[in-house]
């Protein structure tokens, strides 16, 4: 059995859990609703605030369905409740991010500004050299800020760039001088 699949999914206060035909699951919250076609071959349920997810047969694709059907349905119900955010760091002398209406704007070295518009449902907020991105679509919230980071990953050597708030940068040794 999937350790994680098996595991139930309890419904929050103030969301609600429809499903459809061929598994398509909608989910409203406070925050916003989300709603997916889920793999048809599980069999959602949901009973007394409680979503359950059962697999037909032990095959092995059945087995890899099961965990991330569950995956997925936890991170809708998540979103809509609470949301998801993610925090990059503007590092480096003469970098710079400013933000205009739903426009992100970045200075980072290059000979121009990168301007990038915020997704539907995406929010993304700076604080300083802070930049959050905000959303009830986890999957969305993750993507936008991997596509901000990308715009200049951070170096190894002195760790110029953009970096998740969270990420340890492996820093290398520089050159050193003939003696």
């Known amino acids: 059995m999937s350790r994680i699949g098996k595991m139930p999914i309890a419904i929050p206060a103030g969301v609600t859990v429809e499903v459809a035909e061929n598994n398509k699951v ?49 991170n809708m119900v998540t979103g809509v409740d609470k949301g998801f955010e993610k925090k990059l760091e503007v590092n480096g002398v003469g970098y710079r991010a400013a933000k205009a209406g739903k426009t992100l704007t970045l200075n980072l070295g290059y000979s121009h500004p990168i301007e990038m518009v915020d997704p539907d449902g995406i929010e993304t907020s700076v604080n300083g050299n802070v930049i959050t991105v905000a959303g009830i679509d986890k999957e969305l919230v993750g993507q936008h800020a991997a596509n901000i980071r990308e715009k200049r990953k951070p170096e190894p050597y002195k760790g110029k760039g953009i970096k998740y708030s969270d990420e340890h940068i492996r820093r290398k040794v520089g050159k050193t001088g003939k003696k």
């Open 26 to 74: 909608t989910v409203k919250g406070p925050k916003g609703e989300l709603s997916r076609v889920l793999p048809k071959e599980m069999k959602i349920s949901v009973n007394d605030g409680v979503i359950t997810i059962e697999r037909p047969n032990d095959l092995k694709k059945e087995k890899s369905l099961h965990g991330l059907t569950r995956s997925l349905l936890n």
